[in-house]
């Protein structure tokens, strides 16, 4: 598990540079002049979210490589998917393609409890994690 979410780190790490770079210049492309201000409030958002749960699923790695667990998968997998689903709902569906209604706009606070619930997942595995190290690939 180890192995994959250090890969699944560097992934979404160097993705996070890249649309944070991409916002502050090629946004303006992609968005009206008087829809502006708002997609980069929002993608200022998105990023922040982005890279500090990428960072949060670095400490996952980790942790995982050390102690290996249920509640620490689980807590990998929602911040994979609440960084996917929050900011990447974020860039593509409200900034991009400037969905603001309708069934897909649920993925972006679905994102959101999937981040919030991948905190609550470490905090199990806090409880649960025994001291000791655990035998690791």
């Known amino acids: 598990m180890f192995r994959f979410l250090i890969t699944l ?3 979404l790490g160097a993705l996070g540079v890249g649309v944070a770079a991409w916002s502050s210049h090629g946004l303006p492309a992609f968005v009206p002049a008087e829809q502006l201000p708002l997609a980069l409030e929002r993608a200022r958002a998105a990023s922040l979210h982005h890279m500090l749960h990428t960072l949060a699923l670095l400490g996952v790695a980790l942790w995982c490589r050390q102690r290996p667990g249920l509640w ?9 998917l609440g960084i996917l689903g929050f900011a990447g709902g974020i860039y593509l569906l409200r900034i991009i393609a400037g969905i603001n209604e309708g ?3 649920y ?11 991948g905190w ?3 905090i199990v595995a806090g409880w649960q994690d025994s001291g000791a190290p655990q035998k690791h690939d």
């Open 9 to 11: 780190t560097g992934l």
């Open 103 to 105: 069934p897909l706009i």
């Open 72 to 80: 620490l998968n689980l807590a990998g997998t929602l911040f994979t």
């Open 107 to 117: 993925v972006v606070p679905l994102g959101g409890f999937c981040l919030m619930f």
């Open 120 to 122: 609550l997942a470490l």
